[in-house]
């Protein structure tokens, strides 16, 4: 949920802009002591681990409290096991630090924190052990305890920590404001997806016409070739001048053949065809 710093942001210039100082001195006060930090996991984590190491159960206490009823009481009752599970192991964590401290602070912290949360643990099988933490010289080789103060075991209590509030903050129902950018996305996505479709949509439309066009011009040539046909003289196609010069020509060989009749060849000819006949 990084984007709540900059919704946070938006909101303060906003303030700023009509003027509210008031509210914005209010509100930078508030961004300050803010228990959630901005929803951030890493922060919050980081919070938790302060109190376990400066060994702080009334801060402790307090700041999961505060988680509780803000995140952790709104989840589904078969959620609620494993946020007790992930609590208890922190308390456990708290102690293994403090036990681990050096000087008289060491059985301080530890048996004051039995005190405090005697009331809560008494009657729970798995802490029963846990009040003979202060009467254990060494308790990281005794059988009981010795898993508890490796580290595998301590990071995997906070990769649990940053795990669970990972996924509820995640799944937690947002405010309008915050919704912005994932709602642009969304808009954006939808955008995309209808101009894809307007263009599907009108490439088809293309593809339809240049069909229908194409088997027009097929309907009305096979209509011309199927009506009657006219008429068509096979020398329809020879140009009237060549048809003109054609008959002069004509007629200058017949005036020739006239003026060769009266020749001596001709005369003779002629002659032996009427002798002949």
Not at 47 to 57: A, E, F, G, P, T
Not at 91 to 96: A, F, P
């Amino acid at each position: 949920m990084a984007h709540i710093q900059f919704v946070d942001e938006l909101v303060r210039e906003y303030l700023l802009y009509r003027g509210f100082t008031s509210t914005v001195k209010a509100f930078d006060n508030d961004l300050k002591i803010d228990k959630d930090k901005g929803f951030r996991v890493d922060k919050i984590v980081e919070q938790i681990l302060h109190y376990v190491n400066i060994s702080d159960l009334s801060g402790l206490k307090e700041y999961w409290s505060h988680l509780d009823s803000l995140v952790f009481s709104k989840l589904e009752v078969h959620v609620q096991p494993a946020v007790r599970k992930i609590e208890y192991s922190l308390y456990k964590l708290y102690l293994v630090t403090a036990a681990q401290s050096t000087g008289s602070l060491k059985n301080e912290k530890v048996s004051e924190f039995l005190s405090k949360m005697l009331p809560e643990l008494q009657g729970q099988n798995e802490w029963k052990e846990w009040f003979m933490l202060p009467y254990i010289q060494k308790p990281e080789e005794n059988p009981s305890f010795s898993l508890y103060f490796t580290r595998a075991w301590q990071d995997s209590v906070l990769v649990s920590l940053h795990n669970l509030l990972a996924t509820v903050f995640q799944c937690m129902p947002q405010p309008t404001l915050t919704r912005y950018e994932s709602d642009a996305a969304l808009v954006k996505r939808l955008q995309d997806e209808i101009t894809a479709l307007r263009g599907k949509t009108n490439q088809q439309s293309t593809d339809k016409t240049s069909t229908i066009g194409h088997q027009s011009r097929l309907t009305q040539y096979s209509e011309r070739l199927s009506g009657p046909m006219p008429l068509v003289d096979d020398f329809c196609a020879i140009p009237t001048e060549q048809l003109d010069g054609g008959l002069r020509e004509a007629r200058g060989l017949r005036g020739l053949l006239r003026q060769m009749g009266g020749s001596p060849v001709m005369g003779r000819k002629t002659a032996r065809s009427q002798s002949q006949n």
